[in-house]
């Protein structure tokens, strides 16, 4: 029986497919470079993604129960304005329906499994905006 394959992997392909959409992407945190590039507010906005990846849910057969690895992520799209956190969250599902690569893996086509509307966030000053988006994906053995 093998292991349940790692979630790692599966992470480092969204931001490498992020990355090459030339989106900023920060792992739990806002990316260096990213936000207001001076005095809040008064400055240019660098928008950005906040990718929060989730462990993988392991799925096979009674051969092998951890064959597949069933993997999925959060998209926080963060803009100065609605728009930009709308073109971030676009430029994020640009890859939607394409396979990723994965280190040892062959994977299925990404899927949406989350599209919240933009939202404006008051608690910050002046306020941002973010839409939020899930992706997921299935991987096998290569």
């Known amino acids: 029986m093998l292991t349940a394959a790692p979630a790692r992997p599966h992470t480092d392909a969204?931001?490498?497919?992020?990355?090459a959409a030339n989106v900023l992407v920060?792992?739990?945190?806002r990316p260096p470079g990213a936000g207001?590039?001076?005095?809040?507010?008064?400055?240019a906005f660098t928008p950005y993604v906040v990718l929060?990846?989730?462990?993988?849910?392991p799925d096979?057969?009674?051969?092998d129960p951890n064959v597949y690895l069933?993997?999925?992520?959060?998209?926080?799209?963060?803009g100065a304005t609605q728009e930009g956190a709308e073109a971030v969250a676009d430029a994020a599902k640009a890859f939607v329906g394409q396979r990723l690569t994965v280190a040892?893996?062959?994977?299925?086509?990404?899927?949406?499994?989350?599209d919240r509307p933009a939202s404006r966030d008051d608690d910050v000053s002046p306020p941002v905006h973010y839409s939020i988006i899930g992706l997921a994906f299935r991987t096998g053995p290569a």
């Open 70 to 78: 069933d993997y999925s992520c959060q998209l926080t799209c963060v």
């Open 26 to 29: 920060g792992r739990g945190e």
């Open 36 to 43: 207001w590039q001076g005095e809040p507010g008064q400055t």
């Open 14 to 19: 969204v931001v490498a497919a992020l990355t």
């Open 104 to 114: 040892g893996r062959d994977a299925h086509p990404v899927y949406l499994t989350l």
């Open 52 to 57: 929060y990846p989730s462990a993988g849910i």
């Open 60 to 63: 096979g057969d009674l051969a």
